[in-house]
């Protein structure tokens, strides 16, 4: 028997393209049916997925890691190999939410649409947002990836408690290697309005940045917050709108997985045009 099992599955150009929605979340074929019976016959099995976009995962419990490849053009298989065999450290995160279900996603209810014409039920509240709002639990969150290393948040520190509409601040936090290897983590920082006058997103990515550590190295990682960070459209009056009031920063290695937190206030309102 091998050491371990490496299943390739995906999609084909009929089944995902720039021309057509799918239907659903289901790889098509019996392809989880063929990751089910090779992760019963050994337990160290890896998926390797070839998708560009979310897919239900039935056999996730059975399996022992799940690499989301995309599409990564003719070097593919090199580069795969190089993050399986541990040549590379992964420090990738993912660009979008992967439900549990189809039924939890926005679309749900919504999909196809009528005539032609798709209805965007969400508003406001696109991707993480909507999870966010719904309390809904994602498979896998947005922001989220792994690596062969870990990493500790610590010492989070505003720059000032007050800002005017023309200043910024910042953002600062140490970052600790606390693996056995060198990586790099994306430290993400999000940013709720907490006395908006209009319903708005409970939090919303603002800034990120990629840090390169050796194991047990500590490095401070500086990230700005200015008004086009605090500001939400108006569509009637067609002008950006940083409302006065309080706000929370929310630093973390995902949507869901935050670190740290800190406040701090806007004194004065402003729009600007579009």
């Keep these: 028997a091998s050491d371990v099992a490496i299943v390739c599955v995906g999609f084909g150009g009929e089944w ?11 790889l098509p074929g019996k392809q989880d049916t063929l990751v089910e019976q090779i992760a019963a016959a050994n337990p160290r099995t890896i998926v390797v997925l070839n998708t560009g976009s979310p897919i ?13 490849a995309w599409y990564p053009g003719q070097e593919c298989g090199n580069a795969i190999a190089d993050v399986l065999f541990g040549d590379s450290n992964p420090s990738g995160k993912l660009p979008q939410t992967f439900p ?5 996603t926005p679309a749900y209810l ?6 032609g014409k798709v209805h965007y039920g969400e508003g406001l509240f696109v991707g993480y947002r909507y999870y966010d709002a719904k309390k809904i639990a994602p498979l896998f969150p947005f922001g989220f990836g792994l690596s062969y290393t870990t ?15 023309d200043d910024t601040c910042s953002v600062s ?21 907490q006395q ?36 939400y459209y108006d569509d009637l009056a067609r002008e950006w709108v940083a409302e006065a009031g309080e706000f929370e920063v929310l630093v973390g290695a995902s949507s869901q997985d935050i670190r740290a937190t800190a406040t701090f206030t806007l004194t004065a309102s402003s729009r600007w045009p579009f």
């Design 100 to 104: 549990v279900r189809l039924e939890d």
């Design 56 to 68: 239900s995962m039935p056999w996730l419990e059975q399996v022992a890691a799940v690499m989301q």
């Design 110 to 115: 919504n999909f196809p649409g009528e005539n």
């Design 16 to 26: 995902q393209s720039e021309g057509f929605d799918r239907p659903n979340m289901d």
């Design 196 to 231: 908006a006058s209009l319903q708005r997103p409970e939090k919303e990515l603002k800034a990120f940045a990629k840090v390169q550590l050796k194991p047990g190295e500590r490095k401070t990682v500086t990230l700005s917050i200015g008004r086009d960070a605090l500001a």
């Design 151 to 165: 990493f500790a948040y610590s010492s989070l520190s505003l720059s000032t408690q007050q800002i005017g509409p």
């Design 173 to 193: 936090v140490d970052i600790t290697n606390t693996g056995q290897r060198a990586g790099k983590e994306i430290v993400q920082v999000y940013v709720r309005d």
